[in-house]
Nanobody, 124 residues
């Protein structure tokens, strides 16, 4: 069982930055790929970024490539999402997720455990 707790969301002006953190419980954090997804009310959950178990392989949605960076610290059981040059269309609830395996996935079905989410609001 893995429990995930996101933090770092908030209100920021367009062009600003936020850093999301996701703290994981459990002894096997380094065994899982991790991902970040986001969701706007009434829409499907959208892939943002993913990272494999070691941090050596990352994937990004086209909409955030070059602006967001995912990273992980296995010693701290934490995954991060650095978000720069934020846009109003980045406004959403952001969720971190732990995968079924060490390989990163771009789809929600590839993740077994989910956090409760943290709201990010970007004002224009």
């Amino acid at each position: 069982q893995v429990q995930l707790v996101e933090s770092g969301g908030g209100l920021v002006q367009a062009g600003g930055s936020l850093r999301l953190s996701c703290a994981a419980s459990g002894r096997t954090f380094s065994s899982y790929a991790m991902g970040w997804f986001r969701q706007v009310s009434g829409k499907e959950r959208e892939f943002v970024a993913a990272i494999n178990w070691s941090g050596g392989i990352t994937y990004y949605a086209d909409s955030v490539k070059g602006r967001f960076a995912i990273s992980r610290d296995n010693a701290k059981n934490t995954v991060y999402l650095q978000m720069d040059s934020l846009k109003p269309e980045d406004t959403a609830e952001y969720y971190c997720a732990a995968g079924y395996s060490s390989l990163a996935s771009r789809t929600p079905g590839g993740y077994r455990y989910w956090g409760q989410g943290t709201q990010v609001t970007v004002s224009s």
